[in-house]
């Protein structure tokens, strides 16, 4: 239930039942060149945006991309620094293993 007193069901149903779904909001496709501009664009203001940030501008001018578009496109732009924004994200984890159980395992 939502704040308002009416279940999520009614309200996506009431949104495709009016032609309010999601297939019809998504702007008009941008990829290739134009969309390496719009990234170029806005990395100049901030370096270390990402795939949703940028998703949400593109958006919000009435355009849409993929965020597997933008992840690819990212990644061609600067190779480095897609992997090293990825390894800063999801840290590898640090086992702790107790003295005893090493040579367990180790044996």
Do not use: H
Not at 33 to 61: H, K, N, W
Not at 72 to 93: F, T, Y
């Amino acid at each position: 239930m939502c704040e308002i007193g009416v279940s999520i069901s009614t309200i996506w149903r009431l949104r495709l039942k009016y032609g309010m779904g999601k297939q019809e909001n998504k702007g008009r496709p941008v990829g290739g060149t134009e969309l390496m501009a719009f990234i170029e664009d806005m990395q100049r203001t901030s370096p270390s945006i990402g795939i949703r940030m940028i998703e949400g501008t593109i958006s919000a001018r009435g355009l849409y991309a993929s965020r597997s578009d933008i992840g690819d496109m990212l990644i061609q732009m600067n190779p480095v620094g897609a992997i090293l924004r990825w390894n800063e994200q999801n840290p590898r984890i640090k086992y702790c293993v107790a003295g005893i159980y090493i040579i367990v395992l180790v044996s």
